[in-house]
């Protein structure tokens, strides 16, 4: 089965081909340039920006992953927002271009996969009209993925070769962390979840994001923070770790950012610039020991067959060597993306997601009323 994927439910505007599990094309255009000055997604920069860019990406993706007799014709990848517009149909010379692009590889296409949800709405429904589009335009049906689920099954993507090939054991207790969400999920099969614990406020990759921005560090502040880290004191400050008394897995950053914030608040520029490595590391350590306790009282309470890592903030090289730390602590086996785009919002999740769905037959029954929907929930465990 080949599955045309699209992902827009926040800052990267994305979209993939897969054949089954393996990713033929994985397409992203980030739109982190644009929020560096905002410290964070603006919604309506973000709906322009996707809509600028959906139909070269998707032009892309097609023809990295299927080839055609007849030659196709460059594309320019841009990543400003300075691309053929959406909006403005279909006209002038590089949306001729990728027009040809579509139309000779659509045929190839059985599927059409699209976050649904949850995530920014305005962005989530440019990626809706787009797949809606080529749906009824190429007579495809469409498969409407949850985002979190996209995150989760992103363990199970493999290449153009097959590789990797992984035997998850379930239940699989899976740490998925990102900007818009943390979660601990308890896997018992594709399709089958339990919430064992979430954020009650913010999610672990905004509390870095927003720490980041306290300290004029610019978006997204994962990444900053980490390479920051790197040379810091993870002991500099003291800070608290949020519910990590609580007997139960949820977690709470938004008392410590606020504890940081009262730390620091009183320092002059100089002193935060001079000890801006060990205030990045004590903060880091806090938010991932916070992740890191409540995953162990997790492999407690539900005594998994294996660990999963998935989300952006996955992609943190010393969140994925503590999580192996505490996985060999607990002789489990512990998975994560095979690349590391595959952490951070992308289409092939997307993808996977849709592959899975589509083999049950769950497709969209009426493409019509096919919505965006911000704030939809994993659907829970079936069985
Ligand atoms: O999964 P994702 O791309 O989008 C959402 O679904 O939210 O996650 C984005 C989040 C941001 O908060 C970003 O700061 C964080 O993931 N992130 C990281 C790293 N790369 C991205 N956090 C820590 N270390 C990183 N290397
Ligand atoms: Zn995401």
């Known amino acids: 089965m080949r599955i045309l994927a699209i992902e827009t439910s926040c800052d990267d505007t ?9 990713i033929l094309s994985n397409v992203i255009s980030s739109q982190v340039d644009l929020y560096k000055k905002w410290g964070g997604v603006v919604p309506d920069i973000a709906k322009r920006a ?3 860019r959906i139909w070269p990406v998707l032009g892309q993706a097609l023809k990295l992953a299927i080839s055609c007799k007849s030659q196709a014709p460059n594309l320019k990848l841009q990543t400003n927002s300075n691309l053929p517009s959406f909006a403005k149909g279909y006209g002038g010379q590089a949306n001729e271009k990728i027009r040809k692009i579509i139309d000779e590889r659509m045929e190839k296409i059985d599927v059409v996969a699209v976050t649904q949800g949850p995530g920014l709405a305005i962005a989530l429904g440019v990626g809706i009209e787009v797949a809606k589009e080529l749906a009824k335009k190429y007579g495809k049906k469409i498969v409407a993925v949850n985002h979190v689920e996209g995150h989760i099954l992103s363990n199970f993507l493999k290449n153009s070769r097959g590789k990797p090939e992984r035997k998850i054991k379930f239940p699989s207790l899976v740490l998925t962390v ?10 018992k099969g594709i399709g089958k979840y339990e919430i064992i614990g979430e954020t009650l406020d913010d999610a672990a990759g905004e509390a870095l994001d927003k720490a980041a921005k306290m300290l004029g560090l610019g978006y997204p502040g994962g990444p900053i923070i980490e390479k920051l880290a790197e040379d810091g004191d993870e002991n500099f ?4 770790r949020p519910m990590s ?6 977690f709470s950053f938004s008392g410590l950012k606020t504890s940081f914030y009262y730390k620091i608040r009183k320092w002059k520029e100089e002193r935060v610039a001079e000890k801006i490595y060990d205030l990045a590391s004590s903060y880091q350590r806090a938010v991932f020991d916070c992740l890191l306790i409540k995953l162990q009282r997790a492999i407690d309470m539900t005594k998994p067959k294996s660990l999963m890592g998935a989300g952006g903030v ?3 090289l010393r969140l994925r060597k503590d999580l192996r730390k505490l996985a060999r602590k ?32 769950e497709f969209v029954k009426n493409i019509d009323k096919l919505e965006r929907e911000a704030r939809l929930e994993l659907v829970l465990d079936k069985v």
């Open 50 to 52: 996707h809509r600028d």
């Open 245 to 250: 008394k609580f007997k139960n897995c949820n």
């Open 14 to 22: 994305c979209v993939a081909v897969l054949e089954n599990d393996r």
């Open 237 to 240: 400050l003291d800070l608290p």
């Open 314 to 316: 996955m992609a943190n």
């Open 178 to 187: 990102s900007g818009g969400h943390t979660k601990l999920v308890l896997m």
């Open 330 to 361: 607990n002789d489990l086996q512990i998975f994560m993306p095979f690349k590391k785009e595959l952490n951070t919002d992308n289409a092939a999740m997307v993808g996977i997601a849709g592959y899975c769905k589509a083999k049950k037959g």
